[in-house]
């Protein structure tokens, strides 16, 4: 981690939840010791931090990773902290070519949909509708929809009639979506977007990461300290019967 100062306010208790250790290099202050790890887990270690009521776990990528270590601390959260709140942080591209996303910009998720049919796994599968996520009450931004999957897709995908709509494109957000409504636990997701979906998607990321993740980590310390207001609801599964 290389960013030094204090760790962000925070208004509610909150799980930030992030894949990737690059992603939270601008978040987490430069020296701070991690309570739980895995050392096991590769050159994108598995650890968390905690500063008062604010949680921050780097869990790896993929969806089944986030999604079973968000699981475990909603579970199992250290000294019984009953979280108000779980934040999905971090990179995103855009999807197609949107002009309502762009480049090192930061956004709050308002849909989730999982898009990429060949990553699939046991509880998600069959389930492949909207998830409708509650923005910040007070957030003036436009609201986006991210598709999760496996991969980036390419503009060959996009002729599939599933890929309609859609803004930003990751890989763990809808999984972790579908735990948070199953736990009936509020959810934002917050991504900051860093390349688009052509043959250069690779370095453009590398281009634009430290500029967007600079945007994303000050929009996520306004969330925490209540200045975008909260987050009110769990997901929604918009397909779903009514009970």
Known sequence: MTRSGAPPSVDRPTLVVIADQDEASDLVPAGSVPFWRVPASGSNEQMAWRFGDLVVVVTGSGGPAIAAVTARFLLRPPDDLQFAQVVNFGSCGRYGWSDGTGLER???????????????????????????LATPTAWSGPPVTCFSGGRYSTPHDRHWPMWLTGDIEEYELYSIAWLCAELDVPLAGLKFVTNSPDADATTQKGQHLKAARRAGTDLLHSFLAGDCGEIAAAPVNTQASPP
């Open 106 to 132: 930061a956004y709050f998720v308002r849909f989730s949909r999982q898009w990429d049919l060949f990553f699939n796994f046991r509880g998600w599968e069959y389930a492949n509708a909207p998830l409708e």
